[in-house]
Antibody, heavy 119, light 109 residues
Framework: QAQLVESGAEVKKPGASVKVSCKAS????????ISWVRRAPGQGLEWLGWISPYNGERNYAQKFQGRVSMTTDTSTTTAYMELRSLRVDDTAVYYC????????????WGRGTLVTVSS | EIVLTQSPGTLSLSPGERATLSCRAS???????LVWYQQKPGQAPRLLIYAASTRATDIPDRFSGGGSGTYFTLTISRLEPEDSAVYYC??????????FGQGTHLEIK
């Protein structure tokens, strides 16, 4: 059964960086893209970007250009998302999602990782 | 940049009734690349509909998507209490590549 499992909750101070991992299993990792989506408290869903585990191609949302980095490790079928220069309003649940395109839409979601940014 | 506006913001209905949620785009959505998700409290979102009207795997036929161009709908018939959730529309295939609507809260009481 296909699933995505993110790393555990993080608490960071403003200005710090966070790196969230996402372990994929139950499907061929290189056949699908991975996107990252977040939901801040009381807010809607927001897309951060996409990466292809097949060839490493990336597409970041303009809002996060320069602050986000996405990587994958095909040997461990794990995706990573690093967000730098964290601000209080980066507090959110971060989801890794299996992407049906480049990017398109998301048919498999992890349970999410809560990242709290607080001084 | 495309903006998706969902309405109503909140919808309160009774079991057995039908819900119609709308998603209006500020410009035409290419190829009707419009998706609907359901998010229940404390859970990750779940894909319901893609390409405007195609149900995802294991989604009951009570859920149906429609529309084209700039106006899309998600209809949920024979509402059940477990349909209480936030519903999001999302477009893909344009620039920017992924945009979500702000969500509709559906309460079944």
């Amino acid at each position: 059964q296909a699933q995505l499992v993110e790393s555990g909750a993080e608490v960071k101070k403003p200005g710090a960086s966070v790196k969230v991992s996402c372990k994929a299993s139950g499907y061929t990792f290189t056949n699908f893209g991975i996107s990252w989506v977040r939901r801040a408290p009381g807010q809607g869903l927001e897309w951060l970007g996409w990466i292809s585990p097949y060839n490493g191609e990336r597409n970041y949302a303009q809002k996060f250009q320069g602050r986000v980095s996405m990587t994958t490790d095909t040997s461990t079928t794990t995706a990573y998302m690093e967000l730098r220069s964290l601000r209080v309003d980066d507090t959110a649940v971060y989801y890794c999602v299996r992407d049906q395109g480049d990017p398109w839409y998301f048919d498999l979601w992890g349970r999410g990782t809560l990242v709290t940014v607080s001084s | 940049e495309i903006v998706l506006t969902q309405s109503p913001g909140t919808l309160s209905l009774s079991p057995g009734e039908r819900a119609t949620l709308s998603c209006r785009a500020s410009q035409s959505v290419s190829n009707n690349y419009l998706v609907w998700y359901q998010q229940k409290p404390g859970q990750a979102p779940r894909l319901l509909i893609y390409a405007a009207s195609t149900r995802a795997t294991d989604i009951p036929d009570r859920f149906s998507g429609g529309g084209s161009g700039t106006y899309f709908t998600l209809t949920i018939s024979r509402l059940e209490p477990e349909d209480s959730a936030v519903y999001y529309c999302q477009q893909y295939g344009s620039s920017p590549p992924v945009i979500f609507g702000q969500g509709t809260h559906l309460e079944i009481k």
